[in-house]
T-cell receptor, first 114, second 116 residues
Framework: TQLLEQSPQFLSIQEGENLTVYCNSS?????LQWYRQEPGEGPVLLVT?????EVKKLKRLTFQFGDARKDSSLHITAAQPGDTGLYLC??????????????FGQGTILTVHP | ETGVTQTPRHLVMGMTNKKSLKCEQH?????MYWYKQSAKKPLELMFV???????ENNSVPSRFSPECPNSSHLFLHLHTLQPEDSALYLC???????????????FGNGTRLTVT
């Protein structure tokens, strides 16, 4: 069974601070997706990283896929209250009987105070 | 508008009731999913349908019964649930196939279920 460990589970910071969320596994994934879920809504895709070592930027959010494709990180610069939400990482398997199956981490609840 | 619509948004039911959750997608996807989201636990995949054929059942108790009449509609029939089944039930859709294994999931806003 593939597992994704996210850390930290909870993060409470002030507006303007920087933060990093980590997503780690002992398994290799063909790709890693990051989602954000706001209260009362379903998760929404932020980004997909596919290549080992890949870095993608989405405004103040920077996503990195580890060289070995076993881990990923999300860095937010100058956090704003609108960044508040649950951040989920999800890895995709590309082979065998688990083809295309997503494995989710348990999520990081981020609260950004004004 | 997420493209995936779930109804109802909230549901309170007793342990002897029978109810159904509905999901509809207008994105042209060929796969639909039911997930259970509980506090402090990863999203749990329950069922997967690909071109309306069930391709995955993750050891879900029989008190949950899915139905997929076509690629755009998905139901979850509930009966004799337990209080521990209280959770947010999320429906999702995506493209699924050899050339689209990285396709993201598009989620609905979920049904908040409370079993009393």
């Amino acid at each position: 069974t593939q597992l994704l460990e996210q850390s930290p589970q909870f993060l409470s910071i002030q507006e303007g601070e920087n933060l990093t969320v980590y997503c780690n596994s002992s398994s290799v994934f063909s790709s890693l997706q990051w989602y954000r879920q706001e209260p009362g809504e379903g998760p929404v895709l932020l980004v997909t990283v596919v290549t080992g070592g890949e870095v993608k930027k989405l405004k103040r959010l920077t996503f990195q896929f580890g060289d070995a494709r076993k881990d990923s990180s999300l860095h937010i610069t100058a956090a704003q209250p609108g960044d508040t939400g649950l951040y989920l990482c999800a890895g995709t398997n590309a082979g065998g009987t688990s083809y295309g199956k997503l494995t989710f981490g348990q999520g990081t609840i981020l609260t950004v105070h004004p | 508008e997420t493209g995936v619509t779930q109804t109802p948004r909230h549901l309170v039911m007793g342990m002897t009731n029978k109810k159904s959750l509905k999901c509809e997608q207008h994105l042209g996807h060929n796969a639909m999913y039911w997930y259970k989201q509980s506090a402090k636990k990863p999203l749990e995949l329950m069922f997967v349908y690909n071109f309306k054929e069930q391709t995955e059942n993750n050891s879900v108790p029989s008190r949950f019964s899915p139905e997929c009449p076509n690629s755009s509609h998905l139901f979850l029939h509930l009966h004799t649930l337990q209080p521990e089944d209280s959770a947010l039930y999320l429906c999702a859709s995506s493209f699924r196939g050899r050339s689209s294994y990285n396709s993201p999931l598009h989620f609905g806003n979920g049904t908040r279920l409370t079993v009393t």
